[in-house]
C-alpha cells in the first residue's frame, strides 16, 4: 500500500508525520456519508489518530473529467516532523 511505504519513508528519515489534510474531488459519489471512515482507514494507515487527519470534498464545478463524473482527484498535504 503507499501509505505504508509513505509512513516507512518518514520514520526512516526520523520523521513522523503529523497530520494530514486531504481533498477529493468529484461530482459524485456523495462522500459526506463516509468522511469518517475514510479518516479512520487513513490514521491507521499512516499510525496517527484520526483527530489529525482532515478529509473533505469539492466538485469541479462539472470542468474536466472529474466534471463529468468519469472520474475522481485527490490531493493530500502531510507535515512530518523530523527530529534532528
Known amino acids: 500500500m503507499v501509505l505504508d511505504t ?5 520514520a526512516n528519515a526520523g520523521g513522523r508525520i503529523v497530520n494530514v489534510d486531504a481533498t477529493l474531488i468529484a461530482e459524485a459519489p456523495r462522500i459526506a456519508p463516509h468522511v469518517d471512515a475514510m479518516r479512520a482507514n487513513l ?6 489518530e484520526p483527530e489529525r487527519v482532515s478529509v ?3 466538485t469541479n464545478e462539472g470542468l474536466g473529467a472529474e466534471g463529468r ?4 482527484a485527490a490531493m493530500a ?3 512530518v516532523e523530523v527530529s534532528r
Open 56 to 58: 473533505k470534498a469539492t
Open 43 to 48: 490514521a491507521r494507515a499512516l499510525g496517527i
Open 77 to 79: 498535504v502531510a507535515l
Open 69 to 72: 463524473g468519469e472520474g475522481i
Open 6 to 10: 509513505i509512513r516507512a519513508l518518514a
